[in-house]
Each structure stands twice: as C-alpha cells, then as structure tokens.
C-alpha cells in the first residue's frame, strides 16, 4: 500500500515522531518498523556521507535495493551534526521530536552537545535510543561494533557448523536484526511507561548493546554452563534438545527440514517411516535421551525420506499430522502459497523502478494495520520541506545552510 511522500497515512504509531540518525541496519531498520506502523520519521544523513547501507548489496537504475525496504516510510534530510549549525538545528528537531535514534560510539552525541542530558533539558518527554555494539559502558565500550562481532562473541559462531568445520557466521546482518526488533520493543516500552496512566511523563535512555539481543535468543547456555558445566558445540543441522531433528535429501534432489520438539510429533515420525518399534525404547520417552540416539533415527527418517519425491515426503508427513518443510530459497518463497495468502512479500511502488516486491510489515494488527507508504528516498530529498515545515526557515537561511555545507 503506498501514498504520497509527506504526512504519514493515519496507523498505530500516527503522531509519533522519529528522528533516525542511526546508520546501516540495527537502529535504521527499527525506525522503518516504526515507520511501518504510522510514525512519522525522518532520516537524517550526513550532507557528503549518507547511511552505508545506501550502497550495500544490488543496484538496478541507479537505485540500491536493500534502501527501498530499508528506507520506506521515511523522510530524508541531510545534517552535518559535527558542525555546531548542524547540531543546533537537530536539536530544534528533537524539540518537537518523541524518539531519537542513534548509533554513534559512546561520547560522540555528547561531544556534538547533543547528549540525551542536554536534549532532555528542553524536551524532557524524548526517548533517546543508544544501538551500539557493546553499550555505553564497561572495556569495549568505545570500540568500534558490528553484528559480526555479536554473533561471534555471543556464542552464536561457535555453536553454528558442522563439528569438523569451523564456526560459521551468518551470511545476513542476524545479530543487527535481532536488536532492530529489540530496539523497536524497548522504545514502546519506554513511551508506554512515559504515557501510561500513573507513568512518569518522562522520556529516557535506552542502551541497547547488540551482542545483547542475540545472546537472549540463543537459549538456556548460560544456564546450562552454569548449573552443569555444558560447552554447546556446534552439531550441523541436529539440535542437542531432540531427534530426529535434521535436512534430508529426496529422491528428486531436494531438501526438507523435520522437527520433533514434542514428543507425539516424534512418535508420528517414527511410525511413518516404518520404525515404531523405537517409541517403546526407554530411551525415546525425552528429546534429550533421544539425541543421543541421533544417528540410528537420522538412519530410519534419512532412509525412508531418501526414496521418495519431496511432494510426497511433504504430503506424507503432513498426513500424519507430523512437523516437516521443504528448505526454500527465494524462488521457493516467492512461489509458495502459505505466504502468497499471507501477502509475506509484497509489492511496493517506487517511482524509479515501478513496483518493486519485498518483504511486508512485521506483524498483522486487525484494526490499525501497518502499510508501505512508500519506498526509500534519495538521499536528502526532504531536506528542504522537513526544515521549513518543522523550523520554519526561509529559503534564504536553507540556500545558506546549504552553502556552508551544513545541509
């Protein structure tokens, strides 16, 4: 669903106001899902730097792709927030701003003047949002941060392989997406507690360390090292809570993937593959007796799914109410009927390209829903309508702005 560029369609999250000063993905992509839902955001981006992320993968026309989802719904102005122009015109923005969303190394908005102190002092209802790799303090506080580094120190790379292989990084920004949807999260906390009944009125910091995020997703680790001194290791495509769990090979040379999380599910598997001699085995009453039988299962389920086609394999477990997909790729999803009726990948309008299909909204709300109002602008388009709107200057103060370089 798209609409003119300018005042966001009325949504969940209409009248809330976003400034993105963040870059590349964890706190921009945020911003876009709150963008999604209503808010009213504005890019900000360097005059002679834009957001990386502006060049990160595929191009057609002149038009980075990953920028149309990553940019939608949002306006963009340019800033340079290193001069004291710059920063005292953020500043007015933030004024009439609810959420500021930043990534920059710890020191660095305070070094602006623009620390959350200073901007709390003449907006005290502002939530500002911190993103950065190791949070605002402690050793690795002023090092520079990347989702890689996350999902290498947060035990995810060490857990992800084969055993006789290395550890495995993610090919896609997995930890900066992880944080996206945690900062997205903790910023409605923060407003909720601010606008709630008995709340305190007041805006406040939150400091979202993206090895965090991923470290919460990962499981019971710290648990189980802690309680019993267990060192995950990385296990391939088989899970260390259950098994038969694993991809197999059909017959026509595809892949599907099963999971027996439940214990029903797993005895469905086994008597559909022909084995349900091994339910009454003591050793199949828990996933965590049966991996260690993984090798005998894997055997039965690889077999039985290696000898047929994967319609059948598909068509076959789901008969038996039993836990199975094939393993997509684009194609497959773009294809796929599951997420056509969900509308998964949409397709958006941009004026460059024409439509242009990705990926939807988060979530589903029944009577406010979300809505792609539009796709990534170029860079700085909004600069001059944004700063007159909401500051009310004149074009001879944005021709001079724009000669200084400040804008």
């Given at each position: ?53 502006r060049a990160h993968g ?195 040379g595809r892949w599907v ?151």
């Amino acid at each position: 669903m798209t609409s003119e560029n300018g005042r966001p369609a009325p949504g969940a999250l209409a009248g809330l106001r976003v400034l993105d000063v963040a870059t590349v993905f964890a706190g921009p992509l945020a911003a876009t899902i709150l963008g999604d839902f209503g808010a009213e955001v504005i890019k900000v981006e360097h005059p002679t730097r834009p957001d990386p992320a502006r060049a990160h993968g595929p191009a057609k026309d002149g038009v980075p792709l990953w920028w149309t989802s990553l940019g939608r719904n949002k306006r963009t102005i340019t800033l340079a927030l290193n001069t004291p122009r710059g920063a005292e015109l953020l500043h007015a923005l933030t004024d009439q701003a609810d959420v500021l969303i930043e990534n920059f190394r710890p020191g660095t908005l305070e070094r602006w003047g623009l620390g959350p102190e200073v901007l709390a002092r003449t907006n005290p209802r502002l939530v500002v949002a911190r993103v950065t790799g190791f949070g605002q303090f402690g050793p690795y506080a002023s090092r520079p941060g990347f989702g890689t580094l996350a999902e290498s120190m947060s035990g995810f790379a060490a857990i992800n392989g084969w055993p006789d292989g290395p550890p495995t990084l993610p090919p896609f920004g997995m930890a900066d997406g992880i944080s996206a949807l945690a900062t997205a999260q903790a910023v409605m906390t923060a407003l909720y507690e601010r606008d709630r009944p008995g709340g305190s009125g007041r805006g406040q910091v939150v400091d979202l360390a993206i090895i965090e995020p991923i470290l919460t997703v990962l499981g019971m680790q710290a648990q189980a090292y802690d309680q019993l001194g267990i060192v995950q290791q990385r296990s391939g495509n088989r899970s260390v809570n259950n098994a038969p769990r694993n991809a197999y090979r059909t017959r026509d040379g595809r892949w599907v993937a099963i999971s027996t999380s439940a214990q029903s599910i797993a005895e469905r598997v086994m008597t559909l593959v022909g084995h349900p001699e091994v339910i009454d085995e003591p050793w199949f009453a828990t996933g965590a007796t049966r991996v260690q039988h993984a090798d005998l299962l894997d055997e039965y389920v690889g077999g039985w799914i290696a000898e047929r086609d994967v319609d059948e394999v598909v068509k076959s477990f789901e008969d038996a109410q039993a836990a199975v997909s094939p393993i997509y790729d684009i194609t497959d999803i773009f294809a796929d009927p599951q997420y056509q009726a969900l509308d998964s990948i949409t397709t958006a309008d941009d004026p460059t390209l024409g439509p242009v299909r990705m990926p939807n909204v988060l979530y589903r709300l029944s009577q406010t829903p979300g809505s792609i109002r539009w796709t990534g602008r170029p860079h700085g388009a909004d600069t001059r309508t944004v700063l007159r709107e909401l500051l009310d200057l004149d074009d001879a103060t944005l021709d001079g702005l724009a000669a200084e370089k400040i804008v």
